[in-house]
């Protein structure tokens, strides 16, 4: 079965260091989500891309957080400067769309990024 | 604006018993539903979806949702729970059309009791 790839699947760090998470997407899927789970605030849509390009970034800390598509193959999520309450499991998914439009198709996870910092 | 709303946090049930996990949403437009699954330590997977017709869905590991209009409802059901069926369950509803991204409920977390 196709899989969407996340690396690393755990990262500990210290407040103030650069973390970057990465995603391979499902080969042919051109829609890209970054999600970010936690206890008190459950599911919260952070980005997504279609056709690598940014539809919606409102759901993410400008300031700190950066998201990118260098290619197809590859979506980064990285926050810089990291802080304690940055402490969660990133997920990104993969799915199918078409322009702008939402999709119905449904949207396939990675097992996630769970990211402490100190 | 859409949204969705799961009632329940926990649901605990003992093994081979019925289950249902509630789901209401609210639109002024039609809507696309959804159910994934979370197991411990992975991501969410899906277990079925209503996109149009049969307002009767069936999805993986024997569950099904009925989607019902004029309640604004999508639970979903299973006559008789595994232990393996223990995880956390996300409703989730898009609009027909649009701009908007699919929104999430915040989740149910289903635990079978031997």
């Known amino acids: 079965d196709a899989r969407v790839t996340q690396t690393p699947r755990h990262k500990v760090t210290e407040m103030g260091q650069e973390v970057t998470m990465r995603c391979q997407p499902i080969l042919g899927h051109n829609t890209v989500f970054w999600y970010r789970q936690t206890m008190m605030q459950g599911l919260e849509l952070l980005a997504y891309f279609r056709n690598r390009a940014p539809l919606d970034d409102s759901g993410m800390p400008k300031d700190r957080f950066s998201a990118e598509m260098p290619d197809a193959t590859l979506a980064t999520l990285k926050i810089q400067p990291s802080e304690p309450r940055d402490s969660a499991v990133y997920f990104c998914?993969?799915?199918?769309?078409?322009?702008?439009?939402?999709?119905?198709?449904?949207?396939?996870f990675g097992d996630g990024t769970r990211l402490s910092i100190l | 604006a859409q949204s969705v709303t799961q009632l329940d946090s926990q649901v605990p049930v003992f093994e081979e018993a019925p289950v249902e996990l509630r789901c209401n949403y609210s639109?002024?437009?039609?809507?696309?539903l959804f159910w994934y699954v979370q197991y411990p330590n992975q991501g969410l997977q899906l277990l079925l979806k209503?996109?149009?017709?049969?307002?009767l869905v069936k999805g993986i590991n024997g569950f099904e949702a009925e989607f019902n209009k004029s309640q604004t409802s999508f639970h979903l059901r299973k006559p008789s729970v595994h232990i393996s069926d223990t995880a956390e369950y996300f409703c989730?509803?898009?609009?027909?059309?649009?701009?908007?991204?699919?929104?999430f409920g915040t989740g149910t977390k289903l635990q079978v009791i031997p």
């Open positions: 209503y996109l149009s017709g049969s307002t």
């Open positions: 989730a509803v898009l609009e027909w059309g649009g701009y908007q991204k699919v929104t």
């Open positions: 639109s002024s437009v039609s809507v696309y």
């Open positions: 998914a993969s799915g199918l769309g078409q322009g702008q439009h939402n999709s119905n198709q449904p949207q396939h």
